[in-house]
């Protein structure tokens, strides 16, 4: 059963996210009805010296799914071995 285990845990996929950076300490949130790339819910851009994050959520969607996605990146974190997986996790 061990062995089985530990070939299992050598297969699994890499984690969702990994953290690449200390953060932001401020952040604002803001919906947009339009976007320019048809396919994007929400976006983070963060200012990364000044640890301030901004959170664009298209209106319309899951804004509790998507904030909490975006937030997850404005905590310092990404999916680097997930870049056209965006569900809400």
């Known amino acids: 059963m061990t062995l089985a285990l530990a070939l299992l845990a050598s297969c699994a ?3 969702y996210w990994e953290r690449t950076w200390e953060g932001a300490t401020s952040i604002d949130v803001r919906e ?7 396919d994007v819910q929400g976006v983070t851009y963060c200012d990364k010296p000044a640890r301030h994050c901004t959170i664009l ?11 909490a996605h975006e937030r997850r990146h404005a905590a310092g974190f990404d999916h680097p071995d997930y870049r056209l997986n965006l569900a809400c996790q």
Do not use: K, N, Q, T
């Open 13 to 15: 996929s890499p984690p």
């Open 32 to 38: 947009l009805s339009a976007f320019p790339w048809p």
């Open 57 to 67: 959520i298209r209106a319309g969607v899951d804004r509790a799914c998507v904030e």
